[in-house]
């Protein structure tokens, strides 16, 4: 599952994809049509220069699986015989490499996702390089400007600095077995008003629950459903995104933010939320869901790749950026963005960059929507793939007006922590949205404090 990155409690969708290890992997066996050949610098470096000398990349293996990593190292390395590349991988590759990065002797390039890492934390601690300069010209493989291809641009920790690049362009939602609900007749959610109707009818029925979610980890609720709510109420205004991400003093009692807080207690009120999901992993939750015990889930575009042995015959997932809008309103994608980022003490840095040149192109965009069934942060079009229908459906829908894409929301860790406990309770019933704000806006202004010492 995706998930949370540098310090994480403990997990990451969602669509695409968790978001914790327990996924397979999965091999790619069409290739796109009309893909660009690679390009004549595929091994070289800035100014033509031959890539020489030992690379380490470092990446998580979690819902996306690792076939696609070893795949496209793979044509790396052929396309520069004279490196030597070293593959840091695995569940629990984050904790493993921790103390190199804490002792100052990190890999080259890491892909930042997975239990354990968070590119904010690794911003404020000073580990990543600033690619700001060289990321502005930088080409790939084809020739092409890699921030032109960006379907979500990169975060800036400081204004105008980047330090990390959206690698896995993934996002929150909410999912359905469109199946069974052609079955029994049930009209698949357009906006808040069709799914609060449809809500009524499926609990009404009495065949299973109206909403299931991993109470054990509260930021998939957050993600798909208080997120996309809170830009809908500020009018699709995505900039409440970065001043949450700024932790801006009062954003935790803002208006926005209230009436999407609004929309958890009328769901708990009207009982759509399974009771059981303040105990339930994401793992646990998703099998419930799959085994239609519940109709709805918040989840990433990840779910289908990752629960892929366990889905059901005839099983159809149905998807939806967000539910939370008003009738007549815009879909409100929220990323679930998984970033690669270049140690600020890189050995090799010329080859980092080398390497995200050549990944950054729309033929590796198809060939990892096909070994992922999620997709990569690149613009592109996977009718000619193999691709599942979820991404195919998702990477048009990010290409409609009818779709706003929001920046991701990026917090510090304790911060994230008491969001997600706050979150959870509030579902229960057991503090107000008050009591949720207070919460938040006091340790916020804890975490102000720190950046200022």
């Known amino acids: 599952m995706k998930r949370n990155k540098w310090l994480n409690m403990g997990l990451s969708l969602m669509m695409v994809s968790a978001i914790a290890a327990g996924c397979s992997k999965t091999s790619t066996t069409t290739t796109p049509t009309a893909t660009p050949g690679a390009s004549s610098n595929a091994g070289t470096g800035e100014a033509g220069k031959k890539l ?10 979690g819902g996306y699986g690792d076939t696609w990593w070893k795949a496209a190292i793979d044509e790396f390395q052929k396309a520069n015989p004279d490196l030597k590349i070293k593959q840091s991988a695995g569940a629990k590759i984050n904790d493993q490499m921790k103390p190199r990065w804490i002792q100052g002797n990190p890999p080259d390039v890491v892909y930042i996702d997975g239990a354990g890492a968070n590119a904010r934390t690794m911003y404020q601690d000073g580990q990543l390089m600033d690619i700001t300069d060289w990321l502005k010209t930088a080409k790939n493989a084809d020739g092409k400007n890699i921030m032109d291809l960006f379907i979500s641009k990169p975060e800036e920790y400081e204004a105008g600095k980047y330090y990390d690049v959206p690698l896995v362009f993934g996002s929150w939602g909410t999912f359905w077995d469109r199946a069974e609900f052609k079955k029994n007749n049930w009209e698949e959610p357009k906006d808040w008003e069709s799914f609060l109707a449809v809500g009524d009818k499926i609990k009404a029925s009495g065949k299973m629950s109206v909403y299931i979610h991993t109470g054990v980890y ?3 609720i957050n993600g798909a459903f208080l997120d996309s709510a809170t830009v809908a109420a500020n009018n699709y205004d995505t900039s409440i995104i970065k001043k949450i991400n700024n932790m801006e003093e009062g954003v ?4 926005p933010v209230m009436k999407a807080l609004d929309k958890i207690i009328q769901m708990r009120d009207k009982g759509f939320i399974d009771k059981g999901s303040v105990a339930l992993n994401h793992t646990d939750s998703q099998t419930q869901f799959l085994q239609h015990k519940a109709a709805f889930i918040p989840n990433g575009l990840w779910v289908e790749n990752e629960m892929k042995k366990d889905v059901p015959q005839g099983f159809e997932f149905g998807f939806i950026p967000s539910v939370t809008q008003e009738k007549g309103g815009k879909n409100v994608a929220i990323p679930t963005t998984a970033t690669m980022g270049i140690a600020k003490k890189a050995k090799n840095p010329e080859a980092a960059k080398a390497f995200i040149q050549f990944i950054f192109t729309e033929k590796q965009a198809g060939k990892w929507a096909e070994a992922t069934g999620a997709l990569l942060n690149v613009k592109t079009n996977l009718d000619n793939t193999s691709a599942s229908n979820l ?9 409609s007006p009818e779709t706003v894409v929001a920046p991701e929301p990026v917090i510090p860790e304790d911060l ?3 969001r997600n406990d706050s979150t959870l309770a509030l579902t229960q019933g057991t503090i107000t949205k008050e009591e949720w704000a207070k919460r938040m806006e006091d340790e916020a202004a804890k975490q102000r404090a720190k950046l200022k010492k």
């Open 218 to 220: 509260p930021y998939y």
């Open 252 to 255: 935790f009692k803002s208006e």
């Open 416 to 418: 994230k922590k008491v």
């Open 391 to 399: 991404a195919k459906t998702a990477i048009k829908s990010y290409s």
């Open 52 to 61: 020489t000398g030992e690379f380490e990349i470092q990446y998580f293996v």
